[in-house]
């Protein structure tokens, strides 16, 4: 279980900001989560169709991460 009381989920962070994505990345995964990282839409629609992920955090500032955050709902 995490500090949240939940048991271990499987993340993937979508992020193109290094620095941004080290500091949520160490954050998450003190908090006891499973974390993957990616840096752009194409590699998180591979991901997703690879792996069960229980959330998918995206930048949704970028049209990319937008078309994938369409498709991971559907």
């Known amino acids: 279980m995490n500090a949240l009381g939940i048991d271990a989920m499987r993340l993937l962070l979508v992020e193109d900001n290094d620095q941004l994505a ?3 990345a ?3 995964r003190d ?7 990616v840096s752009d839409g194409e590699a998180a629609d591979a991901a997703v169709r690879t792996v069960p992920y229980d959330v998918v ?4 500032n970028r049209s ?5 955050g369409k498709e991971c709902r559907s």
């Open 31 to 37: 908090d006891g989560f499973m974390l993957d990282r």
């Open 64 to 68: 990319e991460e937008r078309r994938v």
């Open 22 to 24: 080290h500091w949520l």
């Open 26 to 28: 160490k954050i998450l």
């Open 57 to 60: 955090l995206l930048d949704l």
